[in-house]
Structures are given as structure tokens and as C-alpha cells.
């Protein structure tokens, strides 16, 4: 018998990741189909996904590009907010289970977000439908004003924006994405699960800004919301250790080529897909917060997006694991987040 150390749960979900579409989306589906059984599918694509035509299509794209299995991994699709967002088509969407739930994202805060909102005041109008039919907001939560330092847009947007939305809208359920600063975590820690949660990406919780400037520049690494301070880091390493039910797993895997990652004006966007419930886990091992690993990965996301809790389960060993290098893609290639280095933690 082996006495290596093993851990079976329930299998996850990834309640937040870019797939992107074609040929990449073929190249990295893989990934994500083997660790996960249901994702959030971020909307942002070139053609953002605004309504639910294009959501189907998308879906339909994605299920086409499985590897494993047709029926096994599910796409659960969002809707990318724009001020022109229709009220009906958002209902429609909703209530007939094509969208899990919509996506703001403030105007050029990110990748393919130069459609998203400029000002929150502007859609309130859909914002008081959503809250009435108890329909997901997923934010990315950054001020956009370019006068606000890359460092702080997070907690600014909290004191400027979402504090008084919350105030506005108190049972609106919200996701603030991919958090990465102790207010963010305080903030979310001290609110009610049932309306607002938080993701949290294994390239937070692995590294701090620092790690963008060892031995050169890494853009690599350049992803936003950008990392940020050790002490920030410890704090969302701290909220996955208490066990909260406000925080679960969204991996924010976001593939761009080498070449625009590698460049100037290059793209923000980690593509850790291949490791990111590996780094999960080996996170929540130094935290000595295994007991709590499964509830992030597989329970906590469900609960709050009133989803059932997979049957299947998957078993990871503690095995020595070598991720690999790169993607290739042709003429060009994807590096993956933490490219040729080996991990202490396998999937069976
Ligand atoms: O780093 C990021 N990449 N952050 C985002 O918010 C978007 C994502 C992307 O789509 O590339
Ligand atoms: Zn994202």
C-alpha cells in the first residue's frame, strides 16, 4: 500500500475563468475540464457576451472543444453588463438558466473592457431587477479613475462604490471577484454570505508584488487586479484559513499568447489552469487549513450560487508534480503559470 498522503473531495468548480474562444479555447478547455466540473465562464471576450444568443453560441462553442467527456464538464455562462443592457433579455436569460449571473465590469479597468460601465449609476435600473430576481452581480472591483494609484483602485472601490451600491441595493447578491487586499477580506468577512462573496485566486494567495520584480521584470506575472503587498497577501491567506463560507474558489485562469504578454503595452492575465487546484491545496496545507480545503473548493460556491454540490469526487496525492512549460499554439504559445516548476501536490 502507498503511504503517500491522499485527499478525495468532491469535485470543484471553478466559479471564475476565462476560456476565450477558438483555437486557444481549444488548447486550454483541457485544463480546466479535468480539475473541475462546472466553471463560471467569464464573458469578456473580443465580442463580449451581452446577450443570450451569443451565450449559447459561446456554450455550445465550449461543449463542441471538451475533451473528456460531453456531458461531464458544464459551462455556466454570464452576461457582460454594458449601460445598454436589456432588462427583458437579462430576465429572459436568467430565469430560463442560460446565465448564472452578470459581470460589470468598470469602463478599461481590464482586458476587453472597454464597453463595460462607466458610471454604477447607469444601470441601476438593471441592478433593481437583479435583486429582485435573486440574480448573481459578479464584479470586477477596481475604481477605474486613472488618477487613483494601480495600488489602492480595490479598496477605493469598496469606500466609493460598493459600500453605498450595498446600501442601495442590501439584497443584491454580489461576488467580488479575484480579491486582493485585507479590506476586501474584512469587508466581506463581516457581511452576510447569503449576499456577498468573494473569490480568491492561487496566484494571490502564492505571491506578492515583489515577486513581479525578482531577477528582472516578470510580466509574466502582471495580472489585475495587480499583486499586491505581503500583507495583503497574508490576509487573504488568513480568510481561507478560517474556514468562512464568504470565500470560494475562482481561479481567474486568463491565457494570452506569449507575445502579447511578452511585449510592451503587454495583456494583465495569469493562465493557471494546469496547476491552480494544485497551488489550492498546497496553500491550504501550509495554512494547516486542509479541514477547510474541501468547503472552498466545492461547497461553499453552490451554497452561495444556490447550485447542488457535485457527486463526483476527485482524489489528489501528495506526489511530486512538474507543470508543464508551455502551450503550443502554432506559431505562438502560452506560458502557464508556474511553467516547469514542480509542485508537491498530483491529481490521482
Ligand atoms: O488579469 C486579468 N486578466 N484580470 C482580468 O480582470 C481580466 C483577465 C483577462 O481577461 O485577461
Ligand atoms: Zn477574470
Avoid at 463580449?48 to 458544464?74: D, V
Avoid at 466581506?188 to 447569503?194: D, V
Avoid at 502564492?206 to 516578470?218: E, K, T, V, W, Y
Avoid at 499554439?329 to 490521482?348: A, H, N, V, Y
Wanted: aromatic share 10%; charged share 20%.
Amino acid at each position: 500500500m502507498s503511504s503517500l498522503k491522499k485527499i478525495k473531495i468532491i469535485k470543484p468548480d471553478d466559479w471564475h475563468v476565462h476560456l476565450r474562444d477558438k483555437k486557444i479555447l481549444k488548447k486550454v478547455l483541457r485544463y480546466t475540464e479535468m480539475f473541475y466540473q462546472r466553471a463560471i465562464i467569464m464573458p469578456n471576450l473580443n465580442k463580449p457576451i451581452t446577450n443570450c444568443k451569443r451565450a449559447i453560441a459561446y456554450k455550445h462553442r465550449i461543449l463542441q472543444a471538451t475533451q473528456i467527456n460531453h456531458t461531464q464538464f458544464e459551462p455556466l455562462m454570464t452576461c457582460y453588463l454594458t449601460k445598454e443592457t436589456s432588462l427583458k433579455e437579462l430576465k429572459y436569460g436568467f430565469l430560463q438558466k442560460i446565465f448564472i449571473g452578470a459581470k460589470l465590469y468598470p469602463n478599461k479597468c481590464t482586458t476587453n473592457s472597454e464597453t463595460g460601465i462607466n458610471k454604477i449609476s447607469e444601470i441601476f435600473h438593471i441592478l433593481e431587477l437583479m435583486q429582485k430576481i435573486k440574480m448573481p452581480l459578479l464584479i470586477h472591483a477596481e475604481d477605474n479613475n486613472v488618477d487613483v494609484d494601480i495600488y489602492d483602485r480595490e479598496a477605493n472601490f469598496l469606500e466609493t462604490t460598493l459600500i453605498p451600491l450595498r446600501k442601495k441595493f442590501p439584497e443584491l447578491k454580489i461576488v467580488l471577484e479575484h480579491i486582493t487586499t485585507k479590506e476586501a477580506v474584512a469587508y466581506i468577512e463581516e457581511s452576510n454570505p447569503l449576499y456577498l462573496a468573494g473569490t480568491i485566486t492561487p496566484h494571490h494567495l502564492m505571491l506578492n508584488r515583489n515577486n513581479m520584480f525578482i531577477n528582472g521584470i516578470q510580466p509574466n506575472l502582471y495580472c489585475l487586479p495587480i499583486l499586491k503587498r505581503k500583507k495583503h497577501q497574508n490576509a487573504l491567506r488568513q480568510a481561507i484559513s478560517n474556514g468562512s463560507m464568504n470565500f470560494f474558489l475562482g481561479s481567474d485562469s486568463a491565457p494570452h499568447i506569449y507575445r502579447n504578454k511578452i511585449s510592451l503595452f503587454g495583456c494583465a492575465g495569469i493562465f493557471n489552469a494546469p496547476s491552480s487546484l494544485l497551488c489550492y491545496i498546497t496553500i491550504f496545507e501550509e495554512m494547516k487549513a486542509l479541514k477547510y480545503f474541501e468547503s472552498f473548493c466545492s461547497k461553499n460556491g453552490p451554497n452561495f450560487y444556490n447550485l447542488p454540490i457535485n457527486q463526483n469526487t476527485i482524489t489528489l496525492i501528495k506526489k511530486p508534480c512538474k507543470i508543464l512549460k508551455k502551450i503550443n499554439l502554432g506559431k505562438d504559445s502560452i506560458l502557464p503559470f508556474l511553467s516547469g516548476e514542480t509542485l508537491k501536490w498530483s491529481i490521482l
